[in-house]
């Protein structure tokens, strides 16, 4: 079936721009998860939904950063007034929730570059 | 905070080798992820192990799990060139069983 696709693949945008990112979970997935991967920071975990429950927004950055997802599916990240310490891969994972197992299905990711 | 190394981040060898990759964790969890990652690829999952003691295998790669120390690690078997990637572990808090900490990487380079 298919996987985890997220839109763009690649943006480069100046700084103080406001930038969204898509993401497409895998069908039936009830949770979705946001990380960010830089050569300087390695991954980090930014938001995690599942279903109806309030997200776990504990590793957005900054205010500037926010992510909503709609009809239980379909996520964006959105990046306001973005800066160059922003350039990083974006990467957006899935997962059921098996009895506390979260097997994650990443993305291809964005490769988000701040000018 | 739950911090997770991996040791070496750099390794290289030759086919037929055999070698282990280490993963350390700061706190208490009881599961931890395998993922392969390709130059400019996403991540690929390759173990879940899910209590102390956990051993799988998937060809070459064997992940084992020591809760009580914890530590994981992966062992790699007559390493061959398609091996060559980025392996990353990753912890997630007993608290948020959802939520990933992933160590730097080990980035695996497999000479002829």
């Known amino acids: 079936g298919a996987g985890v696709s997220q839109s763009p693949s690649n943006k480069v945008t100046e700084k103080g721009k406001d930038v969204e990112l898509r993401c497409d979970p895998i069908s039936g997935h009830t949770a979705l998860y946001w990380y960010r991967q830089s050569l300087g920071q390695g991954l980090e975990f930014l938001i995690y939904?599942?279903?109806?429950?309030?997200?776990?927004k504990s590793g957005l950055p900054s205010d500037r950063f926010s992510a909503e997802r709609t009809g239980g599916s379909v996520s964006t990240l959105t990046i306001q007034r973005t800066q160059q310490e922003d350039s990083a891969v974006y990467l957006c994972?899935?997962?059921?929730?098996?009895?506390?197992?979260?097997?994650?299905?990443f993305g291809p990711g964005t490769r988000l570059t701040v000018t | 905070e739950l911090k997770v190394e991996q040791n070496p981040l750099f390794l290289s060898m030759q086919e037929g080798k055999n070698y282990t990759i280490y993963c350390n964790y700061s706190t208490t969890s009881d599961r931890l992820y395998w993922y392969r990652q390709d130059p400019g690829k996403s991540l690929e999952s390759l173990f879940v192990l899910l209590s102390n003691g956990a051993v799988k295998q998937e060809g070459r790669l064997m992940a084992s799990l020591d809760t009580k120390a914890r530590l994981s690690t992966l062992h790699i078997t007559a390493a061959v060139h398609d091996l060559s990637a980025t392996y990353f572990c990753?912890?997630?808090?007993?608290?948020?069983?959802?939520?990933?900490?992933f160590g730097k990487g080990t980035l695996l380079t497999v000479n002829p």
């Open positions: 994972a899935s997962s059921l929730d098996s009895g506390g197992i979260y097997e994650q299905y």
């Open positions: 990753a912890v997630p808090p007993r608290s948020s069983n959802y939520k990933l900490t």
């Open positions: 939904f599942q279903g109806n429950s309030a997200p776990d």
